[in-house]
């Protein structure tokens, strides 16, 4: 059974800093790309950033340049993003997805079910 599962959401303060991480089973995890989605209420899913499947290529959108790091590690089935200097905006549940290098969701094949990060004000 394929499965995603994220961890390292919560509540934290604007400024302060979060790590999620997105443990891969039931396929070739090092054999796909793996992005971060983020959803706020009432918002479409957004793009956040993308690591290639094993050349390091990563992909940020621009509201998270500079303050989000993405990082993969194919020994442990497992991306992080690490978070840094968080706004209020940044409120969303996010998710991770195995797929192809792209922020688009549509070419991603396998989604995790979600963290919620909150950062308040």
């Known amino acids: 059974e394929v499965q995603l599962v994220e961890s390292g959401g919560g509540l934290v303060q604007a400024g302060g800093s979060l790590r999620l991480s997105c443990a891969g089973s039931g396929f070739t995890f090092e054999s796909y790309a793996i992005a971060w989605f983020r959803q706020a209420p009432g918002k479409e899913r957004e793009g956040v950033s993308s690591i290639s499947s094993s050349d390091g290529y990563t992909y940020y959108t621009e509201s998270v340049k500079g303050r989000f790091t993405i990082s993969r590690d194919n020994a442990k089935n497992t991306v992080y993003l690490q978070m840094n200097s968080l706004k209020p905006e940044d409120t969303a549940v996010y998710y991770c997805?195995?797929?192809?290098?792209?922020?688009?969701?549509?070419?991603?094949?396998?989604w995790g079910q979600g963290t919620q990060v909150t950062v308040s004000s």
């Open positions: 997805a195995a797929g192809r290098f792209s922020l688009s969701p549509n070419v991603y094949s396998y």
